[in-house]
Nanobody, 123 residues
């Protein structure tokens, strides 16, 4: 089992940047592929980006294309999401999720979830 804790959320102006971090504890972090999702009230969770166990493969969702970069440091048991050129519609609670079985590019492929971190983009 792995525990996930997100950090780095906050308030930022449109066009700005934020870097989210997902810190893991528990079983060896390098055994888990990790994804980022986001959710706004009344809507389903949306896939943002995911990265393989080694970090050699990654996949961005539509919302992340060209603006967000996912990376990981297995030595520090962390996965980061660098978010650039933020837009008002990026406002959401961002969650990291992990799976030792699947590449978590869908909500049903994630086995463990963090509690989320709020990102608010203002005009």
């Amino acid at each position: 089992q792995v525990q996930l804790v997100e950090s780095g959320g906050g308030l930022v102006q449109a066009g700005g940047s934020l870097r989210l971090a997902c810190a893991a504890s528990g079983r060896p972090f390098s055994s888990y592929a990790v994804g980022w999702f986001r959710q706004t009230p009344g809507r389903e969770r949306e896939f943002v980006a995911a990265i393989s166990t080694s970090g050699s493969e990654y996949y961005n969702g539509n919302s992340a294309q060209g603006r967000f970069i996912i990376s990981r440091d297995n030595a520090k048991s962390t996965v980061s999401l660098q978010m650039n050129s933020l837009k008002l519609e990026d406002t959401a609670v961002y969650y990291c999720a992990a799976s030792s079985r699947f590449f978590p590019n869908r909500e049903d492929r994630a086995d463990y979830w963090g509690q989320g971190t709020q990102v608010t983009v203002s005009a």
